[in-house]
């Protein structure tokens, strides 16, 4: 048997999930808590919130301005809104020692200055820098120069060249700091259709930034998971997903959520396809009794003299 080359031998390690908790709280710590527990308990590796100064972040009239889906709104405008959904400081800390008491890695999307430096304080292993931020070079220089872990960044809405604006930019940092870079494929929209996945932007991504990142990163708002599964087989070594307990809930962001048994399902998914993704080189130990007793009768049944008489033969009659 011809063995692929060992340039073309692949290598797959198990794929690290995160549930992305963002403000599916509904502004409640102890929901917070409830649902980083449910991520730990479907196998998650990280259970990850939001930070943000809604005051800092938005103009005044954004700030004042009706939320375009009412009926989802906690507030009598888009700034009351987001305002009540914020957790504070001294809540992502209570939050943080949670996830260590049940070894769930505690991270948090970061959207502005203040924020960045508050989770920051935190030293989690990773922050991310979610679709909308990820052109707020500020906020990306405070990361890349004065925080130590991971920093996990989504593409969507963003285009070819400012990706190449981003993974340039955190070239220009000293040491290793594009080396603490995940780079991750993903599609802004709650939920996104099939057809606008786009699933081979892994791919892309990663024969293009492979040596220039850490790591290559799926963000998903897809319904189900299937999809998670081609993107992890494609090479995104992380996969995020949105976490909610009941995708009823109000808000905007449930909608495009898992709940426990898919969150639980998905991850079920994921080590199940780590574990198939080897190469067979020849028979295996497994297939050796249903050999002896299916393998057509010219293999098994004749001696092996007169098999390869007949092996022979066979060549002589094609040519």
Not at 224 to 249: M, N, P, Q, S
Request: aromatic share 8%.
């Amino acid at each position: 048997m011809e063995r692929p080359s060992k340039r073309t031998r692949l290598h797959y390690a198990p794929a690290k999930v995160i549930a992305e908790i963002g403000c599916n709280h509904q502004g409640s710590k102890e929901t917070a808590k409830e649902l980083l527990t449910l991520a730990k308990e479907a196998g998650a590796t990280v259970g990850k919130l939001q930070k943000r100064h809604p005051k800092e972040l938005l103009t005044e009239d954004q700030y004042n301005a009706p939320h375009p889906a009412p009926h989802h709104s906690y507030g009598g405008t888009y700034g009351a809104h987001r305002e009540f959904l914020e957790l504070s400081l001294e809540d992502h800390k209570e939050l943080q020692a949670h996830c260590q008491s049940i070894g769930l890695e505690y991270s948090s999307s970061v959207w502005d200055i203040t924020s960045a430096k508050e989770i920051i304080s935190l030293n989690p292993t990773l922050i991310k820098v979610g679709s909308p931020s990820n052109l707020h070079w500020e906020m990306q220089e405070l990361l890349r120069d004065t925080y130590q872990g991971e920093v996990h960044i989504s593409t969507g809405m963003t285009s070819r060249e400012d990706v190449d604006k981003i993974i340039e930019f955190w070239e220009r940092g000293k040491g290793d700091a594009k080396n603490r870079v995940v780079l991750y494929a993903c599609t802004s929209a709650y939920p996104v259709q099939f057809k606008d996945v786009c699933l081979l932007e892994i791919a892309r991504l990663k024969e293009q930034y492979e040596d220039r990142v850490k790591a290559i990163g799926f963000s998903g708002h897809h319904l189900g998971i299937a999809i998670d599964i081609a993107a992890y087989v494609l090479g995104a070594t992380w996969i995020e997903r949105h976490f909610t307990k009941d995708r009823t809930w109000k808000g905007t962001d449930h909608a495009a959520s898992l709940e426990f048994p898919g969150l639980s399902k998905l991850i079920r998914d994921l080590r199940a396809t780590t574990v198939s993704l080897s190469y067979k080189d020849g028979i295996l130990d497994v297939e050796k009794e249903q050999e002896a007793k299916l393998k057509w009768g010219f293999y098994n049944a004749r001696p092996k003299e007169a098999a390869k008489d007949a092996t022979a033969k066979d060549a002589e009659a094609e040519c």
